[in-house]
């Protein structure tokens, strides 16, 4: 039997993409990539549509949680080799996919109490030197689309129509005031 890891990504090649992210070149000016440690990621977006039914593969998937998106980086190791800690999303914070037209704003400090990794781990304690080094070290942001136990395991629509739009992502210095 597959672990909710295997089947989470099984699930993503059978729904299609589930990020909506840049691997721009870190020496950008935007500077979205590179080294973001304890500075906050901001997405602002919105979703409208008719009567949309947001759907993802719930077999194998037993956890429940509704289709949602959020924040999500990565780097990668020299060697290529595969490392859980390279893969980190925004934990808890997540919008729960609606459309009600009204802009939404994500936040999340880039400290390790904010983000899990692959496999659900915090940044903090045994897994905190490995989330300092990619968020020291990013190669890959953006949002990511999934439910249930996988947090991109993609989401699609059952019915209806929707359309995503993203107003602005954004890497600061400072957590924006409330």
Known sequence: MPTCWQECHAQRRR??????ATTQGS???SGLLGDIYGKTVSATFTVTGTSPVFWYNTADNPCGTPSSVRLFF????????FVETNYWWSNPISYQLASDGTAITLNAVVS????SDLYGHFGTGTYASGFEHAASNVTMIGLAFGGGCCFANGVGLQSGTAT???????????????
Do not use: E
Not at 15 to 20: I, P, Q, R, T
Not at 74 to 81: V, W
Not at 112 to 115: E, L, Q, T, V
Not at 164 to 178: A, E, K, R, W
């Open 15 to 20: 729904l299609g993409a589930a990020y909506l």
């Open 27 to 29: 020496q950008s000016k």
């Open 74 to 81: 990565q780097t990668r190791n020299k060697g290529g080799s």
């Open 112 to 115: 390790g109490a904010n983000w």
């Open 164 to 178: 995503f739009h993203l107003d602005s992502y954004n890497v600061t210095d400072t957590p924006p005031l409330p």
